[in-house]
């Protein structure tokens, strides 16, 4: 799978964000600066099942 | 009335400088420690609404330098605090929790003091507007230091009638009730997601994260906006 972060952000402001194809931890590793910069501190932080399977891809959404 | 809303953590206080300067063309984002609310006319809130979260963990703060042990009073009057009371941002209590626990005169004078001391007054920069602009008794929105996050600013505005005007400016976005929920600011506020990711992604390509190669901006049909980023080439 192609790697790339995607950030989706509704209308009223509530930010998604999702990494794909990153190999376990390491999609929270990239969103990291993103998480940081626009939720501050995330309410939910829900790894995908994706995330715990070392070299598969992985994903992770946050959201506020 | 006073609604005091806790609505929104803001991380880039220079995003939201751009965003009100962009879109807003009556109001400005200026320094100051004061923000207008029901309270400031009016002495105290009414308490048809509870207090917002994060002046709930101020006053429970406040509480327990006291050492007073507020979840023990709490269950006195059939309330449980979170064991972690920041959660209370998250999770504040009910108006029907707090008119239980102000029956307690612990809490009842704590309440009365945070609304007279720190309610309106705790801001550090305040959305206002621009002299000549809007009604004279317009309220302002306050970017309120995160009582516990430094760096962070909780935005707050009294929303009853639309902030006295202040919800109705160009560029924020009014005041609505939907599935129970009070939201105001929904412009403003998607406004300044999209230029503090922006900034961001464009702070990562500048300091060289491989994450961080280039990115494409697109609006979606629904009017919600996209973002994505791709890794430098070859990684």
């Known amino acids: 799978m192609k790697r790339g972060i995607s950030i989706i952000i509704d209308n009223d402001g509530q930010t998604t964000i999702e990494a794909k194809g990153y190999k376990g931890a390491g999609c929270t590793t990239a969103t990291a600066p993103l998480s940081k910069a626009l939720i501050g501190t995330p309410t939910s932080h829900v790894k995908l099942p994706a995330y715990y399977q070392g070299d598969h891809a992985a994903q992770v959404r946050e959201t506020e | ?235």
């Open chain 2, 1 to 235: 009335m006073s609604h005091v809303d806790s609505g929104f953590c803001i991380t880039d206080i220079a995003a939201l400088a751009l965003t009100v300067k962009d879109q807003c063309p009556d109001l400005e984002l200026v320094k100051q420690k004061s923000y207008r609310t029901w309270i400031a006319d009016h002495g105290k809130l009414v308490g048809d609404y509870p207090l917002p979260g994060t002046y709930q963990i101020k006053m429970m703060a406040a509480l327990k330098r006291q050492d007073i042990d507020v979840h023990a009073k709490a269950a006195k009057k059939q309330v449980e605090l979170p064991a972690n009371l920041l959660d209370l941002e998250k999770k504040p209590w009910t108006l029907e929790e707090q008119k239980q626990m102000f029956q307690d005169p612990t809490f009842a004078k704590a309440y009365e003091k945070i609304c007279q001391e720190v309610v309106g007054k705790d801001a550090e920069y305040v959305i206002k507007h621009k002299a000549g602009k809007g009604r004279k008794d317009s309220y302002e929105i306050g970017l309120v230091p995160h009582p516990v996050n430094r760096g962070e600013f909780v935005m707050m505005a009294d929303f009853y009638a639309q902030g006295n005007g202040i919800l109705e400016a160009t560029g924020v976005g009014k005041h609505e009730r939907k599935g129970g929920q009070d939201g105001w600011g929904a412009e403003l506020k998607k406004s300044y997601a999209v230029c503090a990711a922006e900034r961001k992604i464009k702070h990562e390509i500048a300091a060289g994260n491989p994450e961080f190669g280039s990115y494409q901006k697109t609006t979606l049909p629904d009017g919600r906006v996209k973002l994505e980023v791709s890794p430098k080439r070859g990684i």
